[in-house]
């Protein structure tokens, strides 16, 4: 098989040629990793994040590496800045073939001590935003018969340990989302389905990160023998972006090393 004939074939299965994306949580960690290689598969692709300093660098460095995205500033912490930033979204890069829940927060107190605020802040972003954002697009996805939702989990949705609290909690929700999702527009060209990671060295984990033994004993129960980084989820969200994942929806796909099965 030729060069010319191997790229065709590729691009076949996994180009996002004339799609766009919406990644929450793009300025950094995972989000940016995916957003970063949605772009170069082709996809116009708006990273939505709160901080726009981290969000501007992004952007720059997805566009020096010869692809498309845009900034779109947002705050997911309540359903009404959920709304104008998918608004925002629209207005720079139109409607979305393709949406990325990657945008969370980890607040994990002792569960003795988790209070509402905690609570209500912890859902907002983690289980309502991805809610409103689906809501908005969903619908849209489905009337045009193609569409992708793809959202970033947590070993907490299906395991209790370090204290999973209210995190744990969002991300089983956010996992139970994903299935209505699946049910609610497959028939229609939509897929929904989420990542669950392992052990990650991001800034969402900083607190954990800071112990090396608690890292150390962590990568002990991959099978592959490491923690995760960012990049680890750049292939499979091409993949499920794509074309060629048409077959596969309403799943909690484990990239974590093994950690689940050890």
Known sequence: MTAVSVRAHLESLFSLEGRT????????????????????????TALVAREE?????????????????VAVPGDLSSRDGARAAAEAAVLAVGEPDILVNSAGINLRPPLDELDDDVWDATMGVNLEAPFVLGQRFGPAMASRGFGRIISISSQQAHRAFVQ?????????????????????????????????????????????????????????????????????????????A?????????????????????
């Open 21 to 44: 994306a919406i990644v929450t949580g793009g300025s950094s960690g995972i989000g940016l990793a995916i957003a970063t290689s949605l772009a170069l598969a082709g996809a116009t």
């Open 53 to 69: 300093t981290r969000l501007d660098d992004a952007v720059r460095q997805i566009r020096a590496a010869g692809a498309e995205a």
């Open 164 to 240: 999973s609290g209210a995190y744990g909690v969002s991300k089983a929700g956010l996992e139970g989302l994903a299935r209505s999702q699946a049910e609610a527009w497959g028939e229609r060209g939509v897929t929904s389905n989420v990542l669950v990671p392992g052990f990650v060295l991001t800034a969402l984990n900083r607190r954990l990160a800071s112990d090396p033994e608690r890292v150390e004993a962590l990568a002990a129960r991959t099978v592959v023998g490491r923690n995760g980084v960012a990049d680890d989820f750049a292939g499979v969200a091409v993949w499920l």
């Open 242 to 262: 794509s074309t060629s994942a048409a077959y596969v929806t309403g799943q909690s796909i484990a990239v974590d090393g093994g950690f689940s099965v050890h």
